[in-house]
Structures are given as structure tokens and as C-alpha cells.
């Protein structure tokens, strides 16, 4: 994450898109850093190294310990980190806009294979993967043009630089959610095939109502009911799908 100061987490800016190109690794580092940021988090290296381990393998990026601070330590010499004595990391101003960039990047190339190409949305995570590295600044605009300048992923992350404004309302995940209620749903994980084939076939997907038919914390199970029906969720799962009370 950004930080101004120590104390004071910096949001994501809505600068015009930047196009400083690092390493295919540091991009991923980047990615998985800013990702991070969106979900509240001021991460230390074993939590980087958590995330990095759901990219997909065909990344060839290494996940281990020493991996991850080898890496963060060079990205702190390249000015695209900091690392706090706590052994928290965040991302610097210059890294900031350089992880927009492949972020931007890449979920637009989540939007273009399935907006226009008609793949399925588990495989578009992967997608996007192959495309955001290769991607130039003309073809990106090209790209942001004819999709309509979205302003989120399929899966309901805002497209850094899109004037994205987060609807109105409070957030939670789903394993806050109270039994009963309808939420619209906000955003999906990504990154698992299998568990995305589950959630587009129940139509837990952003945009799309859910209702909490019941909630055991006991068994650690989460019932949702929505247009094609009643199916189960772990905590687990369920935690990472942020949703809001449906107004």
C-alpha cells in the first residue's frame, strides 16, 4: 500500500493511466501488493507471499519466504516499496502508479475476453494474466474505448483511472451477513476455477441479489438463495465476497 506517512493509509489515485514498465515479476508483486490494498490490508511478506501463491502457475513466480523478500528488498531499491521495522509493506508513490498501470491493464483484459470474446468468466482471470504484460499504451486505449470505459472487472474490482465511485452504502463480507436479509453483491474472488464455476452457476456474482437463508457458524456454513437457487458456502469462501444491503 501507498502511504503518505506511517500513520495515514493513501487511497488508490485516479491519476491518468502511466505506463512505466518494471519486470513481469515486480508487475505481479505489484498486483498482489495493490490488491492487498483494496481489501484493507497493509500486508507483511508471509501475507504477500498468501497472496502471490493464488496467481496463477504459468506466472512462475516464487511464493516462499526468502523468494518474497528477496523480491521486496530489490522493489525497495527500485523505489516501488517500502518496508516498515515491523516488516509491514507498502507500496511508494512511483510504485503506486506503476501497479495501477498493470492493474488497469489487466482487468481490462478480464472485461475483453468476456465482454467481447464470450470467454467463460472462471477462465478469465487466467486470460487477462497472458494479456496485461503484453499490452501497449495505444492498445489499452484502443481497448478501454470500445468496451465503453468500464469502470470494474467481471468479478466487481474498479478499473484503476476509470472514475470508479463505489455505490452507496457499507460493505461487508458475506460471513457477516445477517439471515434473512437480500444483499447485492459487490465483488467475487478471482482467481479459483472451480470456485467461480460454483458461484456463476448460483448467480453469485456482482451486481446479482443474494439472501442469507441461514447462517450456522457452528458447522461453518453459509445458506444463500438467489434467482437459480439455494447452495451452500464455507466461511471461508464466504469471507471474501464483499456484498451490500440491497436498498
Known amino acids: 500500500m501507498a502511504r503518505t506517512n506511517r500513520e495515514t493509509k493513501r487511497e488508490p489515485s485516479l491519476r491518468p493511466p502511466a505506463y512505466e514498465r518494471v519486470s513481469r515479476v515486480a508487475e505481479n508483486y505489484l498486483m498482489s501488493l495493490l490488491e492487498l490494498h483494496e481489501d484493507g490490508a497493509w500486508p507483511t511478506p508471509a501475507q504477500l507471499a498468501e497472496q502471490i501463491r493464488r496467481l496463477p502457475p504459468e506466472e512462475d513466480v516464487g511464493s516462499s519466504l526468502p523468494s518474497v523478500l528477496g523480491m521486496v528488498r530489490r522493489m525497495i531499491r527500485e523505489d516501488l516499496v517500502e518496508m516498515s521495522p515491523e516488516k509491514r509493506v507498502w507500496l511508494t508513490e512511483r510504485g503506486m502508479v506503476v501497479a495501477e498501470s498493470v492493474v488497469r491493464r489487466h482487468r481490462l483484459a478480464e472485461r475483453m475476453v468476456v465482454d467481447l470474446l464470450g470467454l467463460e468468466m472462471p477462465k478469465a482471470h487466467v486470460e487477462a494474466h497472458r ?35 463505489p455505490p452507496p452504502g457499507p ?14 453483491v459487490d465483488r467475487v474472488p478471482e482467481e479459483d476455477q472451480d470456485l467461480l464455476r460454483f458461484l456463476v452457476e448460483l448467480d453469485v456474482l456482482p451486481r446479482r441479489t443474494v439472501t442469507v437463508v441461514e447462517a450456522s457458524p457452528h458447522r461453518g456454513i453459509i445458506t444463500v438463495k438467489t434467482e437459480r437457487g439455494e447452495g451452500a458456502l464455507g466461511y471461508g469462501v464466504a469471507a471474501r465476497i464483499w456484498v451490500r444491503p440491497c436498498e
Do not use: V, W
Request: glycine share 12%; with cysteine; proline share 12%.
Open 171 to 184: 460493505k461487508l463480507t458475506l460471513d457477516q451477513a445477517q439471515p434473512g436479509a437480500d444483499y447485492c
Open 131 to 165: 494479456l496485461e504484460h503484453a499490452i501497449s499504451p495505444e492498445m489499452e486505449g484502443k481497448i478501454r474505448e470500445r468496451l465503453g470505459n468500464p469502470t470494474t472487472s467481471p468479478f466487481g474490482r474498479p478499473i484503476p483511472g476509470s472514475g470508479y465511485a
